[in-house]
């Protein structure tokens, strides 16, 4: 993510907007014992970045559990995965997803997928749980130190037979509230990887995965790198 203080005038709302949205998060960061720097880059405010449409975060959101349970049927080793990946299939054409499909994510249902890409798919509950959150289906981020529940995050779906239903879910999140997670998870990031480059366990019982995926989420949301590739979102700290 390249956030840059210069693309603000320092006097204008924007500017005051976004250091108080980063004076918030580093209140939070002390309270967790989170490392953080004065000097990493303010967020970009409503007004500049891109606000996607429930509709279309939802589409992302079902597509993107439907490849991440190929893979882990995949990595699990659980049943055929012939049939699951027939199974999901079907559930992406009867939720009218099956054009929402990345690169990577097609290649879970074919069998040009290794074993790490099966793996590094599963990872994607994460940046999905944010997506369900935005959605207002997950009530609260829980600090970033466990993985998501896994069952929870699977019956947002399964519970509904069609996109119909489950947009009737939604209670979409108004952008300042996920610009101020984006900007936390941005400072968590920042601390796992300061860690990582000093080969330093993450910090506060952070789990760097998960805070990773976490970034990818919500820099996809906000679309910060200007690419729209939920396959290589940009996460730079």
């Known amino acids: 993510m390249e956030l840059v203080t210069d693309n603000y005038n320092s006097g204008g709302n924007d500017f005051k907007e976004a250091q108080m949205r980063k004076e918030r998060s580093?209140?939070?960061l002390k309270a967790h014992k989170v490392p953080y720097i004065?000097?990493?880059p303010v967020m970009e405010t409503a007004n500049m970045v891109r606000v996607r449409t429930a509709e279309e975060i939802a589409r992302r959101a079902v597509a993107c559990l439907f490849a991440i349970q190929v893979a882990c049927d995949a990595a699990g080793g659980r049943g055929s995965l012939k049939k699951s990946r027939q199974f999901f299939s079907e559930k992406l054409v009867e939720f009218g997803v099956e054009g929402v499909l990345t690169h990577k994510e097609q290649k879970v249902f074919c069998d040009k997928c290794t074993d790490q890409e099966f793996g590094n798919?599963?990872?994607k509950y994460e940046a999905y749980w944010v997506l369900l959150w935005a959605l207002?289906?997950?009530e609260k981020l829980d600090y970033p130190a466990e993985a998501c529940d896994c069952?929870?995050?699977i019956n947002a779906v399964a519970d509904c037979n069609g996109?119909?239903?489950f947009m009737a879910k939604i209670r979409m999140r108004d952008i300042d509230e996920i610009l101020d997670e984006a900007d936390l998870i941005f400072r968590y990031?920042?601390?796992c990887v300061d860690a990582r480059i000093h080969e330093d366990e993450?910090?506060?019982?952070?789990n760097p995965d998960v805070v990773y995926e976490r970034h990818c989420g919500f820099n996809w949301l906000i679309d910060a790198d200007g690419a729209d590739d939920w396959d290589n979102v940009a996460t730079n700290t």
């Open 38 to 40: 004065e000097h990493l």
């Open 151 to 153: 069952d929870f995050a």
């Open 163 to 165: 996109m119909k239903a």
């Open 202 to 206: 993450a910090p506060a019982g952070l």
């Open 121 to 123: 798919m599963t990872w």
């Open 136 to 138: 207002g289906i997950v």
């Open 26 to 28: 580093i209140e939070i």
């Open 189 to 191: 990031d920042w601390a």
